[in-house]
């Protein structure tokens, strides 16, 4: 198996993954979205790679926050296509991102789960995360879904 940073030519599949977690969109969308992340500086998506076919893919960003000294990390999304989980495909993607947060000098990564998503739960705390208590969230726009012609 490979990690490596994602390309537009992962879209597909990087597609594919957001929608196994209740994030449909396009495939010209989801171009887009690399794109602009993989833009940043301190951002980045690394795919796990296996005979050619991405099976996983991990998101993370730099944030810098007024309240500490050092930047804290943020993985915004973690998949593993369901056939490939028995491999600790997620946990290497995860590590990944950690040693990329650490090098950008985080001091702390937060991550978030829905409430249902319980074997993720596991996973995290497994690896040595711990549950905080709230996080409130405010819609500022609504998204339109648009079928496929």
């Known amino acids: ?3 490596r940073p994602a390309t537009v030519e992962d879209a597909e599949r990087i597609n594919a993954l957001c929608l196994t977690l209740g994030y449909p969109s396009t495939i010209e969308e ?5 794109e602009r992340v993989m833009k940043g500086e301190t ?4 795919v796990a790679e296996l005979c050619n076919l991405v099976v996983g893919f991990v998101t993370y960003h730099v944030v810098d926050v007024v309240h500490d000294d050092m930047p804290w990390g943020r993985i915004s999304a973690i998949a ?6 028995d491999m600790s495909i997620g946990k290497q993607l995860l590590e990944c991102a950690e040693k990329s947060l650490k090098r950008n000098h985080c001091l ?10 319980e074997e993720a739960h596991g996973f ?3 690896l040595g995360y711990r549950i ?3 996080r409130f969230i405010k819609l500022l726009a609504h998204r339109v879904l648009v ?3």
Request: glycine share 6%; net charge neutral.
């Open 30 to 34: 989801t171009e887009r979205r690399i």
């Open 108 to 117: 702390r990564i937060e991550v978030t789960s829905h409430i249902s998503r």
């Open 1 to 3: 198996m490979d990690i």
């Open 132 to 134: 905080t208590p709230l």
């Open 124 to 126: 995290y705390l497994h």
């Open 147 to 149: 079928g496929a012609s």
């Open 43 to 46: 951002s980045g998506i690394m």
């Open 80 to 85: 593993v296509d369901e056939n490939f989980r």
